[in-house]
């Protein structure tokens, strides 16, 4: 374990150290886009209520956060880019499979939940036809985070059992880290499908992983790097109606939602770290509409199980993003 958080923490200062890479003040322009995501996220749809159980997202992009103390931490930024500067909030509960048991299941998932802003940047190439996301997380997880409220009030509403363990949830701890995604398009086809590649990383004290993963996109489309999905420039294609598919595999080194958080020791419960599955993969299928400033998105996610004796699992997302 010491040794895959040595080489993940080294291969993260080799790429930012790259000569190629290098910032010049005058090389680089932010966009003028001002943007906002949501995006919300359930397991009920497909009629469970265990492991990730529900999740959101909201996220700002405006030029004025360029000027955020983070960017001197997001590094590195490729010449001549085109930079989007931005804040995501985002908050995930997680449950063992019985929620209305009131005790400790040994062996099934903790209880866990967690909400931390994110201070992100996207440099986009177009002309390479490559994107680089960087971003600085920090906030926090456990009881405080809300979770058991926010899901007893929620199944209270839809007269669903009632959640009795999340007095046995993971502890209030620290969330801290940096992320990184590199993405390239592959190939092209016209501009009714292309075949987009990444590679990704994390070390944080939520989660310290690296992955790589391919999108395949096809319909009435706006290439993918060309802007984050939705913007009112009068190059970017004013209709959009597209489906896509994305399949991803990581490496685990830590994920604190089973193993718990790096500076408590006091939890009711957690999983060792013989118990976490260090390969996981994920595939998402997605459907999109877009008009002008405006987009509409559907999502099925599946994920391979995460931890021993554990199932793989399944969610739905939505997502509204809006250019102002």
Avoid: C
Avoid at 103 to 121: E, K, L, Q, T
Avoid at 125 to 142: A, D, H, V
Avoid at 298 to 305: D, G, H, L
């Amino acid at each position: 374990m010491t040794r895959y958080f040595r080489g993940l923490f080294l291969a993260l200062l080799l790429v930012a150290a790259a000569p190629a890479w290098a910032q010049r003040p005058d090389s680089t322009h932010t966009s003028p886009d001002r943007l906002l995501f949501y995006t919300f996220a359930n397991d009920a749809f497909f009629r469970t209520d265990y492991y990730f159980t529900q999740g959101m997202t909201l996220a700002l992009v405006l030029p004025a956060l360029r000027h955020s103390p983070a960017n001197f931490l997001l590094r590195p930024v490729p010449l001549g880019s085109t930079l989007h500067h931005g804040i995501r909030l985002h908050y995930d509960g997680f449950t063992p499979l019985r929620i209305q048991d009131d005790f400790i299941r040994v062996g099934d998932r903790p209880y866990a939940s967690y909400w931390y802003a994110s201070f992100f940047r996207v440099a986009s190439q177009p002309s390479r036809r490559y994107r680089l996301t960087s971003g600085l997380n920090l906030g926090f997880m456990g009881p405080a985070a809300g979770a058991k409220g926010f899901q007893t009030t929620l199944h209270e509403w839809l007269d669903s059992p009632t959640p009795r363990g999340w007095d046995y949830q993971i502890r209030n701890d620290l969330v801290l880290g940096y992320e990184a995604r590199l993405e390239t398009q592959l190939l092209a086809v016209g501009r009714g499908a292309e075949l987009i590649g990444d590679v990704n990383a994390s070390l944080s004290t939520l989660y310290t992983y690296a992955g790589a993963g391919a999108r395949l996109r096809a319909g009435l489309l706006q290439p993918y790097v060309s802007n984050l999905g939705v913007s009112r420039q009068p190059d970017q294609r004013r209709v959009q109606l597209y489906a896509e598919g994305q399949l991803e595999g990581r490496i685990i080194g830590f994920n604190a939602t089973l193993q718990g958080g790096l500076l408590r020791s006091d939890n009711p419960y957690t999983l060792p770290a013989s118990a976490v599955r260090r390969a996981v993969a994920k595939g998402t299928g997605t459907v999109g509409l877009g008009y002008a400033g405006l987009r509409l998105t559907a999502s099925a996610v599946w994920i391979s199980p995460e931890f021993s004796g554990a199932r793989s699992h399944q969610w739905v997302q939505l997502g509204l993003g809006v250019a102002f």
